[in-house]
């Protein structure tokens, strides 16, 4: 903080100022002015405690004769006028030091607050930094420092990772977590509703392929499909692809529902609205297949002429039953 003294522009035509150069020169002047600079660094309230007038002079880098110098200051305001300096027993002090030399004088007080003032401000960045955010703190880890993260867990064994990624994870899933695509690309784990398909597709379709793995594409593809109807709806979509006998290939024609098939849009409707239903005796009325049923419904590609074949076919065998 900055230790200076302020001067009136009056200073040099004070009558007390006038008397001072007249009985010491300039080269009092330049004393009384080293004097204040030195009370504003050691003494800024103004009271020179301890000092004795040789002391006095010698801040004051007088160099005349001893003692002058102080009673030259005592004296500079006339008969019974107070001069620069000023005597209470044997303590010295500066003139109207502090009426005059405000600044200097509360200069400890301008220090202690701004002392003050930085310590609250460092003390509040200091709690910040070690307050601790609960919900950041993992179950079952206390102590600790709040700026250290916590520690890893352990990787898995090998054979132990190699088991959880082969096993299956649902009812009669052979399917893992994740294909191998997935995994090596970092992609996260399918969603549960996603998983729940893929298990119930495994479950109730006992007469059709079972789905193998669980890639993006699929997941996506479920995604969709669970948008038009809930998990129960599908269930009762697997339960007849399973009772019918054209979808598990009982055609003949080689064609057999899979799991991509049912993915495909348009597929689950057709089956809810009973075109792929057994009639009574047991045989497919492949009349309710039209030329439009083509490589959409079935994903192998089989050319519309082809399922006119297989409608012929259903008809002959639905009239000999």
């Known amino acids: 903080m900055s230790d200076d003294i302020r001067v009136e522009t009056g200073f040099l035509d004070h009558p007390k100022t006038r008397r001072l150069t007249r ?26 405690t301890g000092f004795i007038p040789g002391d006095i002079e010698e801040a004051a880098g007088w160099a005349g004769a001893p003692g002058e110098f102080v009673l030259a200051l005592m004296e500079a305001g006339g008969p019974g006028r107070a001069g620069f300096l000023d005597l209470a027993g044997d303590v010295y002090s500066l003139h109207n030091w502090r009426r005059r030399q405000s600044f200097a004088y509360f200069r400890p007080e301008r220090s202690a607050q701004a002392q003050r003032a930085n310590d609250a401000r ?100 479920i995604k969709a499909r669970m948008k038009e109807r809930p998990l129960e709806a599908w269930r009762e979509v697997f339960r007849r692809m399973n009772a019918s006998r054209f979808l598990c290939g009982g055609s003949g024609g080689g064609f057999r529902a899979d799991f991509s098939w049912i993915l495909a849009s348009g597929n689950a409707l057709k089956v809810i609205e009973g075109r792929y239903d ?44």
């Open 278 to 321: 057994d009639r009574k005796g047991g045989n497919f009325d492949g009349s309710r297949l039209g030329e439009a049923d083509g490589p959409t419904d079935i994903p192998g590609g089989t050319k519309p002429g082809k399922y006119s074949a297989l409608c012929e076919t259903a008809k002959v065998r639905g009239s000999g039953s």
């Open 122 to 221: 460092w003390g509040k960045i200091r709690e910040e930094k070690q307050r601790v955010d609960p919900d950041r703190i993992p179950d079952g880890i206390q102590g600790g420092s709040p700026d250290r993260n916590p520690p890893l867990p352990p990787p898995l064994p090998k054979d132990l990772k190699k088991d959880l990624l082969s096993k299956p994870h649902g009812l009669d899933s052979h399917a893992p977590l994740l294909d191998d695509s997935d995994s090596r690309n970092g992609t996260a784990p399918a969603p549960a509703y996603v998983k729940a398909f893929f298990d119930l597709w495994n479950a109730e379709a006992v007469s059709l392929p079972k789905a193998r793995e669980l890639s993006a594409a699929r997941c996506r593809a």
């Open 23 to 48: 009985r010491l020169g300039d080269g009092g002047l330049v004393a009384l002015i080293r004097l204040w600079l030195y009370a504003s660094r050691f003494f800024p309230k103004g009271i020179l």
